[in-house]
């Protein structure tokens, strides 16, 4: 449990904190014990599997972190036998849900980080003015990460077990860690930024892409955080990577594993 990132006027000041796994299910054809007749699946399938605000586990649609209703097949689909099923790992998410579970959540993009020497996560998110906040154990609310705009343009992640945040200020993204202390540590140099940027860590890279949309059309930059030169370099390729960027959510999956030749 935490309080709400978010003020609000009513009494439940209080959200809840999901982690919800993310599963990629190659084709391969399911056993089903119930009717003897086997279930092919032909293409594969994205899956989250993560708890409600109750404890109970559910399916939910892989991209959409905003449904507040549990997912579901369709109803040939009865049973997965992971036994016989061919899955790729494909990370985590963290979820803010309130008590009400047909309350559509005003949360954005959640990350969390567990600093050295500590148990218990720092929780960075965006709050009602879109600007990056942080909870920590023991403290009795979230605090702000200072010199931070309430642009709305920018993005968060967990890079090797810190914090990342870059904003957008006229068309200039500013790449910061922040460590538990609130401290921020400027770690790249600004990047001309023209759309909105969106993070994702890449097996143990960090990547950055730059989508721009005008009526009909849209550019698509990604950039690759070189860590000892503190810049952002251009790339061509993804090589083998496809990106997965949602507003709250961000991962990648294997090409191969997905079927594009």
Same mark, same amino acid.
């Given at each position: 449990?935490?309080?709400?990132?978010?003020?609000?006027?009513?009494?439940? $000041?209080?959200?809840?904190?999901? +982690? &919800?796994?993310?599963?990629?299910?190659?084709?391969?054809?399911?056993?089903?014990?119930?009717?003897?007749?086997?279930?092919?699946?032909?293409?594969?399938?994205?899956?989250?599997?993560?708890?409600? =605000?109750?404890?109970?586990? &559910?399916?939910? &649609?892989?991209?959409?972190?905003?449904? &507040?209703?549990?997912?579901?097949?369709?109803?040939? #689909?009865?049973?997965?036998?992971?036994?016989?099923?061919?899955i790729v790992d494909l990370g985590h998410v963290f979820v803010l849900k309130t008590s009400d579970s047909l309350q559509n959540?005003?949360?954005?993009?959640?990350?969390?980080?567990?600093?050295?020497?500590?148990?218990?996560?720092?929780?960075?998110?965006?709050?009602?003015?879109?600007?990056?906040?942080?909870?920590?154990?023991?403290?009795? %609310?979230?605090?702000?990460?200072?010199?931070?705009?309430?642009?709305?343009? %920018?993005?968060?992640?967990?890079?090797?077990?810190?914090?990342?945040? #870059?904003?957008? =200020?006229?068309?200039?993204?500013?790449?910061?860690m922040v460590g538990p202390d609130l401290s921020v540590d400027l770690v790249a140099d600004e990047l001309l930024c023209l759309?909105?940027?969106?993070?994702?860590? #890449?097996?143990?890279?960090?990547?950055?892409?730059?989508?721009?949309?005008?009526?009909?059309d849209a550019w698509i930059e990604v950039y690759r955080f070189d860590e000892k030169k503190k810049k952002w370099v251009e790339? $061509?390729?993804?090589?083998?990577?496809?990106?997965?960027?949602? +507003?709250?959510?961000?991962?990648?999956?294997?090409?191969?594993?997905?079927?594009?030749?």
């Amino acid at each position: 449990k935490l309080p709400k990132p978010i003020s609000t006027d009513d009494n439940n $000041s209080i959200c809840y904190l999901l +982690k &919800h796994n993310i599963f990629l299910i190659k084709p391969t054809t399911i056993p089903i014990p119930i009717s003897h007749q086997p279930q092919q699946i032909l293409k594969p399938l994205l899956i989250r599997i993560g708890p409600n =605000v109750n404890g109970k586990t &559910h399916l939910w &649609h892989p991209l959409d972190l905003n449904d &507040h209703s549990p997912f579901y097949f369709p109803h040939k #689909v009865v049973v997965f036998d992971f036994n016989h099923i061919s899955i790729v790992d494909l990370g985590h998410v963290f979820v803010l849900k309130t008590s009400d579970s047909l309350q559509n959540d005003p949360y954005n993009k959640v990350v969390a980080a567990t600093y050295p020497g500590e148990q218990q996560p720092h929780i960075v998110t965006y709050d009602y003015w879109q600007e990056p906040c942080m909870f920590r154990p023991g403290d009795d %609310g979230w605090m702000k990460i200072p010199n931070h705009s309430s642009c709305g343009f %920018g993005d968060i992640c967990n890079f090797k077990g810190r914090t990342c945040v #870059v904003d957008v =200020v006229d068309g200039r993204g500013e790449t910061v860690m922040v460590g538990p202390d609130l401290s921020v540590d400027l770690v790249a140099d600004e990047l001309l930024c023209l759309g909105r940027p969106g993070l994702c860590v #890449v097996e143990s890279e960090l990547l950055l892409v730059d989508t721009t949309t005008c009526d009909y059309d849209a550019w698509i930059e990604v950039y690759r955080f070189d860590e000892k030169k503190k810049k952002w370099v251009e790339l $061509s390729n993804l090589g083998d990577k496809v990106l997965f960027l949602g +507003k709250k959510c961000s991962f990648s999956a294997s090409a191969s594993d997905l079927g594009f030749a």
